[in-house]
């Protein structure tokens, strides 16, 4: 176990400095911080409620409202949602929503509270297959109204993404632990290390099953052609896997090239310094005012050295030597690395699945139903989803709401 890897890289709030960032809101009657959370957390009452010292009231608006609540704290990207809509922006600075959020969820787990709980059983089964934010949040929603709830993950474990992809200073894997317990106490039934496909068939499942989920994601990094079997090159979610699962203890090279500018390039950058890389070089393709990753993902890259190089686009690679050239300007750079790590891009697999893709994403009803009625979409295989936690969180709900209506289910 390497302890820098599992230790947090941000501090949460103290009970003296939660009530304090909590009587800075300003009690907006209609909140434009809720209004912008996907996932309806609904940051205005939570707050509200910490601000008055209801702290149990707090955590029950969160976790009914999202059941990933404690994840979202922590990984959601807030500048882009609820502390963008902050009305205390216009005086000073946003209230730190996702900071607030993580207390009270800590002291929900401290505590024991049980808020959520199973509906009375209306005999309608539901098979999902994936165990990421969309797939767990669809069983959350569809196990509180009575259904009965199995999920498939060729993992050995829950999470997708969230166990496998996030590193631990910023998802300890006990919070994923702690958040799909809950799941499974109210009823889920798991079947894990099962590939749908391989293991066992799509039709025996549909067979069994009143409706189908399809949550698998994006679960396999994308690779450039001419990057293809070269043994100095791996892909950014293959190598956060590896880390994850070896709890940080994994060999790091000196001098790493990572090629990607999104959040899973920086948590990439950010792992590789952590655990002692002396030189880490990131190369972009977005120009500074472009990039993709989250303030707080940047933050993170920055405040441990990673060396950021911006609008570069690879053209070439030979051995472990891969050659740049810039996007506006008559620009080359060649950087030579004992590494190189592709952040550039998920794609699905989504073979045996009878998923039809176009475009990367599967195509599908606006409710997220198949053409065969029973099999409907989750997740990052979602038309237009936002390929963040909270924005899975958000589709999740929305495929249980559409699905629990076709199945007569209230």
């Known amino acids: 176990m ?29 909140a434009p911080c809720s209004a912008m959370c996907p996932a309806g957390t609904d940051p205005a009452r939570f707050i509200r409620s910490v601000r008055f010292r209801n ?51 800590d ?21 999902i297959i994936g165990s ?21 993950e060729k993992e050995e474990k829950l999470g997708g993404y969230m166990r496998y992809g996030i590193p631990e200073y910023r998802l300890p894997d006990h919070i994923v632990d702690v958040e ?29 099953h009143d409706a189908i989920i399809i949550a698998t994601g994006f679960n396999e990094g994308k690779v450039l052609p001419n990057f293809k079997n ?24 000196d001098n790493v090239l990572v090629i990607g500018g999104g959040d899973v390039a920086m948590d990439v950058c950010t792992t590789l310094k952590i655990l002692g890389a002396p030189n880490v070089t990131d190369v972009i393709y977005e120009e500074n005012h472009e990039l993709k990753a989250s303030e707080k993902e940047l933050w993170g890259a920055r405040t441990v050295g990673v060396t950021m190089i911006d ?15 810039h996007r506006h300007i008559p620009s080359e750079l060649k950087i030579t690395a004992d590494k190189i790590i592709l952040a550039i891009g998920q794609f699905a697999n989504v073979d045996g699945l009878d998923v039809l893709l176009e475009k990367g994403e599967a195509c599908t009803a606006a409710n997220y139903q198949c053409v065969n009625k029973k099999i ?32 007569g289910v209230k």
């Open 230 to 253: 070269n043994p100095f090159v791996e892909t950014g979610v293959s190598f956060l896997k590896r880390v994850k699962e070896n709890r940080g203890k994994v060999l790091i090279e």
């Open 311 to 325: 609008g570069y686009v690879p053209v070439g690679i030979e051995g472990n030597t891969v050659t740049f050239k």
């Open 55 to 105: 702290f149990k009231g707090s955590a029950e608006i969160i976790r009914e409202n999202n059941i990933f609540g404690a994840i979202c704290a922590r990984v959601c990207p807030q500048e882009k949602y609820c502390q963008k809509g902050c009305s205390r922006s216009g005086i000073d600075r946003p209230i730190l929503i996702g900071q607030i959020q993580r207390f009270v969820t």
């Open 180 to 208: 799909i317990d809950r799941i499974i106490k109210l009823g889920l039934k798991v079947h894990t290390g099962v590939n749908v496909g391989k293991d066992i068939s799509l039709k025996e499942i549909e067979d069994s």
């Open 132 to 152: 990421g934010p969309a797939g767990l949040t669809a069983a959350a929603e569809l196990l509180k109204k009575g259904c009965d709830v199995e999920v498939y």
């Open 2 to 30: 390497d302890l820098k890897y599992m230790k947090d890289l941000e501090p949460g709030l103290t009970p003296l400095t939660v009530c304090e960032e909590a009587a800075r809101c300003l009690l907006c009657e209609d």
């Open 376 to 407: 409907w979409i989750a997740g990052d295989l979602s038309r237009n989803q936002e390929k963040t936690v909270v924005g899975c969180v958000k589709n999740g709900k929305e495929v249980a709401y559409y699905l629990s209506k076709f199945l």
């Open 107 to 127: 002291m929900e787990e401290s505590l024991d509270m049980e808020i959520v709980g199973k509906g009375k059983s209306n005999g309608k089964k539901v098979a």
